[in-house]
């Protein structure tokens, strides 16, 4: 049984319409991410699981029940905000005890559990503090240690790493995964950032528009992305529009400009079901500049470097191949190729994707 | 060029002096002469003396007046509130239609001179031939301390995170339960504020009350306006300075307690 399922979800603002007929299960335990651009309906989904929006239609359950009528403070959720909420005018132990005064904990469990949570988070010391006094990394932190305190059915996650700094969300990243993964709460992450998305999901559900584009485990959204737009979205990719002309039993004969004829695993293109307009879709990181010639079953097409983008241990570079321009990201050591150069783009066909056209 | 701009400063300090001695000058003359011995209120002073404290504290018109003045200012600071804390939470936290307009009207006490306000509401109530009486009273210092409370509030209330209401909602606590465990607490620099403005400019007023009281209620101001009629009365004197102490000073405290609730609670 789900422990989250959207059912035909709809919800309209007015006349605007935030989430189209969504559906989705999500499995008791699984860390699921939301992932989108803003204004794509991740966070409207979040706030109808939470309780602070009603959907217009469809139904939410939860554990196998439906929601929809209960207001949120009998949903038995934890939720974590961009902004850490907590009570500033409460101490750390009061501010994680919160969820406990509602459900008829002893108090000497309260303090044993308030211990344990601010533990989990490791912050064991700060319980007499108020919010203010400490950074904002410690604040999510208690924030998370307030939802999780109360054992909630689902733990929802709003952009919680967002206000933090660069480094520091890092860290979070690894630690939130940690925690999650250690008491083993159903969790809905949304996020606009791709990385903290691969990076700590069991799933991922890429949203635009207001619409899902496509569910699935990290690699598999990464490597075979069902669309342009998830392409796009998660990390740079090259499209371009070519044809099928052939479909076999393991591999799909391609045929698109500067690479000519491609044979790439049937797997990559579970979309195409016979010849016709198709778009081949090759990773920045997927295309690797050389100077040397080309080794067996590699395709190589000479192009000339336009712009360097040069980014330490990693370089992103801007490429001419006939008429077209290409991304290629490639780690490098030493030196990149500087602006100008001739060399040739090689590209294993196994490692690209294709799309119906 | 430069001697000149400073002679201009100059010339603005000493400017801006006279017009504080002007606006003080006359408080500070009641303060001095409320202990002056003689039997006169004014200079010259003959002698310290609590002498008139003393008279004041035994003459019943006025400590009947006092006690008037201050249960109304108590019940005023009390409805006002309650209601401007209402009126607030509905226009900031849900959508009301019609909200500015709302909000427009229940501001709009402040902008309306005092007079037109009072005579207005006499005439309405004459109209619904309703007579005069201590409700009436307390519902027209109401309708003119209630902007103060809302303006406080209402600012105070969008400070506050919707989130952190939220929070506590996803971590069981009833949306009665969120108000009393969170929002109140939060707005109560605020609500406190707010309350002290009511009490004040109740027990301070005159205009809207000599129009409305009814016959033999008398508050402080309108008291020592009816003994102003007869003769000056070094009482007087001293009923300022009370008077003085309370409009001043509880606004101060209350000011001074806000300020570290609200430190206290990280702003």
Known sequence: MSAVTLNNIVKRFGTFTAVHQSSLEIAEGAFVTLLGPSGCGKTTNLRMIAGLLDPTEGEILIGGKRVNDVPIHKRNLGLVFQNYALFPHKTVAENVAFGLKYRDVPSGDIRRRVQDALELVQLPNVGERY???LSGGQQQRIALARAIVIEPDVLLLDEPLSALDANLREDMRVELKRIQERIGVTTVFVTHDQSEALAMSDQIVVMSAGRVEQVG???????????????????????????????????????????GKLAIPAEKAPLIKGPGPAKLVVRAEKLQLSQSPAPDGVVSVPAHVETVDYQGQAVRYFVRAGDTQLQAINMIDGYPFAEGTEVNLLLRPQDCAALPG | MREGASIGWNLVRAWTVLVYIFMFLPVA???????????FGSFPMTGFSFRWFVELAQNDAILRAFRTSVVLGLLTAAISTTLGVLASLALVRYRVPGANMISTLLIAPILVPEVVLAVALLLFLNFLQINKSFTLLLLGHV??????????????????????????????????????????????????????????????DITGTLFWKPGGVETVPTQIFAMLRNSISPEINALGTVMILMTVGLPLLGLALARKLSTKSGG
Do not use: W
């Open chain 1, 131 to 133: 919010p203010k006094e």
């Open chain 1, 217 to 259: 485990a990290p690699q598999e959204v990464y490597n075979t992305p069902s669309s342009e737009f998830v392409a796009n979205f998660l990390g740079a990719s090259n499209i371009l529009e070519g044809k099928c002309t052939d479909i076999g039993a393991d591999k799909v004969a391609l045929e698109a400009p500067i690479f």
């Open chain 2, 29 to 39: 003359v009641v303060v001095l002469l409320s202990f002056n011995a003689s039997q």
């Open chain 2, 143 to 204: 309708i003119f301390t209630l902007p103060f409370v809302i303006l406080v509030v209402q600012a105070r209330l969008v400070s506050i995170k919707r989130d952190i209401e939220e929070a506590a909602m996803s971590l069981g606590a009833s949306p009665r339960q969120t108000f009393f465990q969170v929002t109140l607490p939060l707005m109560l620099p605020a609500v406190l504020a707010g309350a002290l403005f009511a009490f004040t400019i109740s027990f301070d």
